[in-house]
């Protein structure tokens, strides 16, 4: 408005894009836990049309708001599902390909027979 001395805030769980803007519309909701996007916001115009935030993949989560990027799980871990929120969501799961310390072997698979069993241990023999 013009004559304004100060910035107003945007409601909470939004924000703009940038310093300096002149209107309620301009902020924009912050991507949640568990997603991110370019700017950590959604319905932001880009080249590419409006964008919105995604989801953290399988073997990634974000426990913040409006984040850029998601965190891989460590060692070997993986979270089984999209949109997780907290590394507490990343386990071992057996037949994923990805040995973590829990498990003597991981071949992809959890079928017997070929070194490697269900429960991704090192099968005798």
């Known amino acids: 408005e013009p004559g304004q001395q100060a910035c107003l805030p945007c409601q909470e769980g939004f924000n703009t894009t940038q310093r300096g803007a002149k209107a309620a519309g301009e902020c924009l909701e912050k991507c949640k836990p568990g997603s991110f996007s370019k700017n950590g916001l959604s319905g932001f115009a880009s080249p590419d049309g409006v964008e919105q935030c995604d989801e953290c993949g399988v073997g990634t989560y974000q426990p913040e708001e409006a984040k850029t990027e998601c965190i891989p799980c460590p060692d070997g871990k993986s979270t089984g599902k999209t949109g997780s929120v907290g590394l507490e969501e990343c386990v071992s799961i057996c037949g994923d390909g990805r040995r973590s310390s829990e498990e003597e ?19 005798g023999g």
Do not use: A, I, Q, R
């Open 105 to 123: 072997c991981d071949d992809g698979n959890t079928y017997p027979g070929d070194g490697c069993d269900h429960e991704c241990k090192v099968e």
